[in-house]
């Protein structure tokens, strides 16, 4: 059971990852406090008013409805750069994990081969007569 987990994480790249790791990081942390410090439901205006209130002039309402859409349109450009960012490594483990099979297969191949001369030479060394 522990041995696929061993292969698995001793295919990746860990320096790729860590040195990518503090643009993820300030990335998602930059993301997590835009999202938790927003307000659920109601955008204030510079004027006071919000979208929920029922009192407030049209032209209050819109500019709310402006400010939120822009504030939205903000984090979701912030979100789609962190997005790339995290499919950028995604594809850089891929590309290295396909690289280091590669690599494991052609020592499989040598460390055969190796063990066939090997055994070849054992035999040898026994089959001639001192």
Do not use: C, Y
Not at 28 to 53: C, H, I, Y
Not at 59 to 85: K, M, N, P
């Amino acid at each position: 059971m522990a041995a696929p987990w061993f292969a698995l994480f001793s295919a990746i790249p860990w320096t790729d990852v860590i040195t990518h790791a503090p643009t993820v990081a300030k990335g998602a942390k930059k993301l997590w406090q835009k999202v938790s410090s927003r307000k659920t439901t109601d955008t204030e205006t510079p004027g006071g008013t919000t979208l929920a209130d029922p009192v407030a002039s049209p032209e209050a309402r819109i500019f709310a409805l402006e400010t939120r859409l822009a504030e939205i349109d903000a984090r979701q450009q912030e979100s789609a750069e962190l997005l790339a960012a995290l499919a950028s490594q995604n594809a850089d483990l891929v590309r290295a994990a396909e690289e280091l099979r590669r690599r494991v297969r052609t020592l499989g191949i040598g460390l055969g081969i190796t063990l066939v001369l090997a055994l070849a030479a054992l035999a040898v060394s026994f089959l001639r007569p001192f």
